[in-house]
């Protein structure tokens, strides 16, 4: 399904492809296909347009990045948020996966804003 890598890439619009939820204020946007890597140039354009739009049409966006290490195409878009907190996941989230993704924020020139850990049990 297309989502936001394509809308990263320039393919398709934010407002053609996030969905808003029936009786709700909340729209939703998957994550979309990988392809071949995009330029940062292409990257950046494209971000900053997405992140207009979206600053439209709500007052908070929220971008679930996945694994950062897996997925460097995120770039322009860590580069330009407000924001980034890491989320982990009590007795479920190696500690490795953590440090990974705190390598990769740091590799796209960014420091966590902040950390949550979720205990699914409480």
């Known amino acids: 399904q297309p989502g936001l890598l394509d809308v990263l890439r320039g393919e398709y619009a934010f407002e053609a492809l996030s ?18 890597a995009f330029s940062e140039a292409q990257g950046v354009y494209f971000t ?3 992140l207009a739009q979206a600053g439209r049409n709500f007052d908070l966006v929220v971008v679930d990045g996945g694994a950062l290490a897996d997925n460097l195409n ?19 989230t190696p500690m490795r996966d953590v440090t990974a993704a705190s390598q990769a924020i740091s590799v796209m020139g960014r420091l966590p804003t902040g950390a949550l850990l979720v205990d699914e049990a409480a």
């Open 19 to 36: 969905q808003q939820t029936a009786g709700s204020n909340v729209a939703v946007l998957g994550r979309g296909r990988q392809k071949a």
């Open 48 to 50: 900053q347009h997405m």
């Open 74 to 92: 995120a770039s322009p878009l860590v580069a330009m948020v407000d924001e980034i907190v890491m989320v982990a996941t009590l007795n479920s």
